[in-house]
């Protein structure tokens, strides 16, 4: 018997299972359509947090909204081992919780123990979509079989999520979803789940390729990072700029579309094209691109920075090194450290034990890099070190120069800026500029 849903009216009530960036920004993205919302989250603090109004996710006006989605009861946070109340007509249930990478392993222990947490609620005709990044055939390997075992007829569904971080609202509603489903009831039910919110949806043809075109988007960025880094590690050698070289190659030329070289990182390409290459591995093809491509942008950047610190620091034990821009990126503005160049650059520095003095412009960020120095602004960093990294191109760092030139008797500084965001043609003369690319 067909149980694909003919309407909207199955969706009123949808419960997401993590709350993090992606969970929050997709419950608000509902609550705007007239859906009631119910959030779970193992973190405790997360849950008091937003059921009180505050949340660290930086996206345009969504405080303001959360609070109002609040006070009209449309949206609300328990934790995991709480127990709470469901309609008894069928419901969407949405997993957004993380698949951290364990060495070159997926961890898959958040989603086992979401599946092993809604597991009692779940009734015939329920829609449980995974909205998480995992290898492919975790669907059909992992998700299946749990549901089939509870002997209740639940719709599968995988919809990546695709936003970006600091936009997420906006695109939620503009990008076309990606629905695919473990059969074809499945993937009808998602597509109209989120026709609701997407002003466009594309349906494929099966589970496993809504799991791999996720993987596809992130490694098809770092593959064109990574060759912009990598003509960067020989233009530095060379002697020559590799942005004059990139920026002319492109120039009216329709056949080049070369990105601009910097730190490439973050919570999805730090691991997806791991995952990518893992997923590859399961089926005996190896993914030399792939794989390759995370090697140049993990080591290349890295390599530069530490090459010009040792330089320095084999003279000077005492060097103070600063590191400005400690979320993965900077502009849009995040608080998030999840893959930073920053969190990276200090575990590859960490042999030399060095004294390091982190700035974030966005304010504290989530997950907090542990044992790290925090200044409390800007002009601290440049004040007091000997060295100072700019690792994310905030655009609070062009004011670099003037800032520098404020500071009464200001020792020599090496200024290394990882975006060519600072103008290097106005700097005094007590700093070297030292640019990636």
């Known amino acids: 018997m067909s149980i694909v849903r003919e309407s909207r009216d199955f969706d009123q009530?949808?419960?997401?299972?993590?709350?993090?960036?992606?969970g929050l920004t997709l419950a608000m993205a509902l609550c705007r359509k007239g859906f009631t919302v119910l959030g779970i989250d193992i973190n405790q603090r997360l849950v008091s947090d937003l059921n009180s109004g505050i949340t660290h996710v930086t996206e345009q006006g969504i405080n303001d909204e959360l609070i109002g989605y609040l006070k009209v009861k449309r949206f609300n946070v328990v934790h995991t081992k709480a127990n709470w109340s469901r309609s008894n007509k069928p419901i969407t249930f949405i997993l957004t919780v993380g698949t951290p990478l364990v060495g070159s392993q997926m961890?898959?222990?958040?989603?086992?123990?979401?599946?092993?947490?809604?597991?009692?609620?779940?009734?015939?005709g329920d829609l449980l979509i995974l909205?998480?990044?995992?290898?492919?055939?975790?669907?059909?390997?992992?998700?299946?079989p749990y549901v089939d075992n509870l002997n209740k007829r639940v719709l599968i569904a995988m919809c990546p999520e695709r936003t970006?971080?600091?936009?997420?609202?906006v695109e939620i509603e503009n990008l076309p979803q990606v629905i695919g489903g473990i059969d074809r009831e499945s993937a009808k039910s998602a597509e109209l789940f989120f026709s609701n919110i997407c002003k466009k949806t594309i349906l494929l043809s099966s589970i496993e390729s809504a799991e791999l075109l996720k993987l596809a988007n992130n490694t098809y960025r770092d593959l064109m990072f990574a060759y912009a880094n990598e003509l960067t590690s020989l233009a530095e050698k060379i002697g020559i700029s590799s942005r004059e070289i990139i920026n002319a190659a492109n120039h009216d030329y329709p056949r080049s579309m070369i990105a601009q070289p910097g730190p490439s990182g973050g919570p999805c390409l730090e691991k997806d094209p791991w995952i990518l290459h893992y997923s590859g591995l399961q089926v005996g093809?190896?993914?030399?691109?792939?794989?390759?491509?995370?090697?140049?942008?993990?080591?290349?950047?890295?390599?530069?920075?530490?090459?010009?610190?040792?330089?320095?620091w084999d003279d000077n034990k005492n060097l103070k090194?600063?590191?400005?821009?400690?979320?993965?990126?900077?502009?849009?503005?995040?608080?998030?450290?999840?893959?930073?160049?920053?969190?990276g650059l200090i575990?590859?520095?960490?042999?030399?034990?060095?004294?390091?003095?982190?700035?974030?412009?966005?304010?504290?960020?989530?997950?907090?890099?542990?044992?790290?120095?925090?200044?409390?602004?800007?002009?601290?960093?440049?004040?007091?070190?000997?060295?100072?990294?700019?690792?994310?191109?905030?655009?609070?760092?062009?004011?670099?120069?003037?800032?520098?030139?404020g500071l009464q008797g200001?020792?020599?500084?090496t200024l290394v800026d990882m975006w060519s965001l600072v103008d290097s043609s106005v700097l005094p003369d007590n700093v070297e500029y030292k640019s990636w690319g």
Request: glycine residues 6%; hydrophobic residues 45%.
């Open 13 to 22: 009530e949808v419960v997401i299972v993590g709350v993090g960036h992606v």
């Open 107 to 124: 961890d898959l222990t958040a989603i086992k123990k979401s599946l092993g947490n809604i597991a009692p609620y779940l009734i015939d």
């Open 131 to 144: 909205r998480s990044t995992v290898a492919v055939g975790t669907s059909r390997e992992l998700v299946k």
């Open 164 to 169: 970006v971080e600091g936009n997420a609202l």
């Open 285 to 312: 093809v190896e993914m030399y691109l792939s794989k390759a491509a995370r090697t140049v942008n993990e080591r290349s950047t890295y390599n530069f920075v530490k090459d010009i610190v040792k330089n320095i």
């Open 321 to 343: 090194l600063g590191i400005l821009g400690l979320s993965f990126k900077g502009s849009p503005q995040v608080k998030d450290s999840r893959g930073s160049f920053s969190k």
């Open 347 to 405: 575990d590859f520095l960490k042999p030399m034990n060095l004294d390091i003095l982190g700035f974030e412009p966005a304010g504290e960020i989530e997950p907090l890099i542990p044992n790290l120095k925090i200044a409390k602004d800007l002009t601290q960093v440049l004040e007091e070190c000997n060295v100072v990294i700019v690792a994310t191109n905030h655009d609070s760092f062009k004011q670099i120069p003037e800032l520098i030139k």
């Open 410 to 413: 200001k020792a020599a500084l």
